[in-house]
C-alpha cells in the first residue's frame, strides 16, 4: 500500500516537473532543439506563433526546409555549422531576414550543443519591435539635436535644482556673445537674460507652480553691452524622470523694429490722408450676379472727402444710396481698376453731383481685394475758370487776327504809297536837273559872253548862282542815287574788291584843292557782294575821307583788309582828318545829318545814310571808330567771296 502510495505521490511529483518544464517552456522565447543532421525534435508554442507555423511542419524536419525553406538562412549556416562546431555555443548573433507570410524580422540567435544528449538547443529571439524602437528614439534625438544645433531661436537647457545652464546652442552664444563654455554653469541673471538673481529666483517659482513661463519682450544685454529685445519662452518638463527646464530665447529686436516702423508709417500715412487738401477714400467694388460692377461702398473717407464731393458721412455707405443717380462710367472705369490692378488717371464729370473731378484710383492688394484707393479733386471751379480763360484767348486770338489783317492791310497801302511818292521823288528830282542845267548853262554863258558888260557886284551874283545850281544838282544826283540803292536789283556776286577801290582812287573827288595820299595797305579779297552797291559804298567813305580834313592840311587815308574772328573780312578806311565827336556818332548814318558846318565841308547828307542802306541790302556790316582831332576809322565787313 505504502509502495503505491510512494509510486503515486512519484508519478504527482512527476507530473508537477513535467507540468512546471512545459511552463516555462512555453514562458520562454521562441526555441527550437535540433538533432545532430539538424532536424527538429522540439519546438516551442512560441516559436509557431512567432513564424506562424504549425507543430506538424516542423517536427522532424531539417531546418533548412521548414516553411519553404524561409529558414534556409546563409548566416544562420555559418553559424550552426561553423561557429557551433567549433565554439559549442554563440550568443546574440543580429539577424534580419525576410520570413514568408511573417515579414522582415530582426532576431538575435543564440545556439548551445548539449553534449550529453547530442542536440543543440537554438533559441529565436525576435527583437525587431525593440529595434525599431531603438531606430525610432535615434532619428527623434538626431532630430531633435539637429534643431537645437540650427535653431535661430537661443535654446538654453537648465537644471531645476541649480537654476544653472546645463546645455546651449551655438545660437545663444552668437545672441548673447558668450561662448558655449562660458555659458554652461551660469545662471540666467549672470548672462543678462533676468535683471538680477531676485528676478531670477521670482521667475523659477512661476516656472515651478505653472510648469510654463513667458515674457513677450525682455531687454538683454550681450556680453559687449548690446541691447536686444527677445521673447522668452521657459518650459518644466519631465525627461528620462529627471525635470528639465527648456528656455527658449527669440530675437525680436527686429521685428521690434519692423513694427516700430510700420507704426510710424501708419501715423504717417494718417496724417497724410487726414491733412491733405485732395480728397481720399478708398472703396469695396460690389458686383451684380453677372460680375458686372454696379455699385461700391466706402471703406474710409479722409477729411477733404465732404469738402471735394459734398457727400456728408460717407464713410460705410453705398454710393448708389448716396447719388442714386451716379452714371455708369464710374463704375465701369472703378471696376477695371479692381479687375486688372492698372491704375487709371482722368478728369471727368460726375453728372449727378454736378461737378468735375480730376481722378487717379489705384487697386488696393491682389485681384481678389476688390479694393480701390481715390485721390481726387474737385475741379469744377477751375474748369470754370480754365473755360473763361479759353473763351478769353480765343477772343484775343480773334482780335489779334483782325488786328493783323487791318495792319497789313495798311502796310501795303503804306507801302504802295512810299513807292509811289519815292517814285515820284524820283521822276521829280531827275526832270529837276534839265531845267537846274539850263540855268547853270545860261548862267555860266551870262558870265562867259557878257564878262566885260557887268560890273563885279553883278559877275558875283552870278556865280553865286551857279553854285547854288551846283549844289542843288549834287543834292539832286544823291537823292537820286539814294533812291536807286533801295530800288535797284541787287543780285549777290563775288565782287574784285582789289581792282573796284583802285579804280575808284582814280577817279577820287577833284573838288579837293590839295591831292590825297591813298595807300592800300593790304591786297584786298575777292568778297561776296553787290558790285554796284560796294562801289557806291567805297566811293562815298573815300570821298568823305579825303573831305573832312584840316582846311589846307594833305588828307591821308590807309586802306586794308583783315580777316574777323567769324571769318568775316574787313575792309578799313582810316583817315587822319577832324574826327567826329562822340555825342555824334549815333546820328551820322542818318538821312541828311551833318555833324560839320556845311560853310566849311560840303555835303549833303546823304551819302553815309547810302551806304548803310547798300550795306543792308547786301547782308553787310558797317562801322567805324572816331575821335574829334584824332582821325576815323570806318569800316565795311563782308563774306569772303566763295573760292572757285
Ligand atoms: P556828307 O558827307 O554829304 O556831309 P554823309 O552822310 O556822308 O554826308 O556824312 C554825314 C556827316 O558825318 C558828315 O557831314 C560829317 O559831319 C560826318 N562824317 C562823315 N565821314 C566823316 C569822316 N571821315 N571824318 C569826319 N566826319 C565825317
Redesign the pocket.
Known sequence: MAEFEDAFLLQEELLLTRDYAAAVIEAVPPFLVLDQRLRVQTANEAFCKCFKISMEEILNRKIYELGNGQWNIPQLHALIEGVLSRNKSFKDFEVTHEFKGVGKRTLLLSGRQVDHIDRILLLIQDITERRAEQAGIRTSEVRYRRLFEAARDGILILDPETGKITDANPFMSELLGYSRKELLGKELWQIGLLKDEKASQCAFRQLRRKRFIRYEDLPLQTKTGQRHEVEFVSNLYQENGHEVIQCNIRDITTRKKTEQALHESEERYRTLFNSIDEGFCVIEMLYDKSNKAVDYRFLEVNRSFQKQTGLRHAAGKRIRELVPAQEEYWFETYGGVALTGIPVRFVHEARAMKRWFDVYAFRLGGPESRKVAILFTNITERRAAEAALLEAKNNIARHSLELELVVDERTRALQATIGELEAFSYSVSHDMRAPLRSMQSYAQFLVEEYAGKLDEKATDYLQQIMRSGNRLDRLIQ?VLSYTRILHSKAPMQPVNLDRLVRDIIETIPNGQPIKAEVIILTPLPDVSGNEALLAQCVS??L???V??VRPGATPHLEISAQTMDDAWIRIS?K?D????AAE?HAR??RLF????A?AD???????????RKAVERMAARVG?E?EPGK??N?WIELNQAPTQ
Open positions: 544823291d562815298n567813305l570821298s568823305n575821307g573831305k573832312f578806311f583817315d582828318g577832324i574826327g567826329i555824334d551820322i548814318f545829318e551833318r555833324v560839320h556845311s565841308y560840303e555835303g549833303t547828307g546823304i551819302g553815309l545814310t547810302i551806304v567805324f572816331s582821325g576815323s570806318f
